[in-house]
């Protein structure tokens, strides 16, 4: 609960900040170079917000997770520690240096992906429903291979997962950031499943 307050405050706080300087940059540069009067500017400044709060939604999952990516350590440590005492004596503890590498090379996979798949996004358009979709797949293999990262850092002789399972876990956490209300809590729920997923596959015995 405490790693869970922590991370969306964390989550919410970004977005917010960042929020707050897409509108004033956008307003800045509208006023600057006078393209709209002061009517069309207060209108633009609605549309900006509400374009600001589609965006939150949507990029909820990418701050989430980056979030997150600085507790890993501190989550997964808890799971093994309450449900596999054995492979938690045997981890390796992860300092923040190395939860910021995650953090960041979870966010680089993110942008890269996404930036590759952005023609198909766009081609996808006219279908109605085939860009979300395509969407959701992309970041289901992201998001599996960045979830199984953060238990495998404690423990890095460990063999990968399989790509059915990496697949199962990253559409499922995908599917839970979609959910309102339920995507808050996805962010420690899909790092608990990842825990599970993979200490159950190497046979490792629940308390």
């Known amino acids: 609960m405490r790693v869970l307050a922590q991370s969306l405050a964390l989550t919410l706080m970004l977005l917010a900040v ?3 300087a897409i509108f ?3 307003r800045w540069a509208l006023a600057h170079w006078k393209w709209l009067d002061e ?3 207060d209108m ?3 549309l900006v917000i509400l374009a600001i709060i589609a965006g939150s939604w949507l990029l909820f999952r990418a701050v989430a997770i980056v979030v997150v ?3 890993a350590d501190g989550i997964v440590a808890d799971v093994e520690g309450r449900h596999y005492p054995a492979a938690a004596s045997q981890a390796v503890d992860v300092g923040w ?3 910021i590498g995650l953090a960041l ?3 680089v996979r993110l942008i890269g992906g996404n930036l590759l798949a952005l023609p198909i996004y766009i081609l996808l358009l006219v279908t109605g ?3 979300p979709i395509f969407a959701l797949l992309v970041n289901a293999l992201l998001l599996g291979r960045d979830l199984e990262a953060m238990v495998l850092a404690r423990h890095s002789d460990q063999p990968r997962l399989d790509r059915p399972a990496r697949w199962s876990l990253g559409l499922l956490s995908a599917a839970s950031f979609v959910v309102p209300v339920a995507n808050l809590l996805a962010p420690i729920l899909s790092a608990a499943m990842a825990v599970h997923m993979l200490h159950l596959r190497n046979g490792d015995q629940k308390k």
């Open 18 to 20: 960042a929020g707050a």
């Open 24 to 26: 004033f940059a956008t």
């Open 39 to 41: 009517a069309q500017l």
């Open 44 to 46: 633009a400044g609605i």
């Open 69 to 71: 990516g600085l507790f």
């Open 97 to 99: 240096r190395q939860n």
């Open 105 to 107: 090379a979870s966010l």
């Open 129 to 131: 429903i085939g860009t």
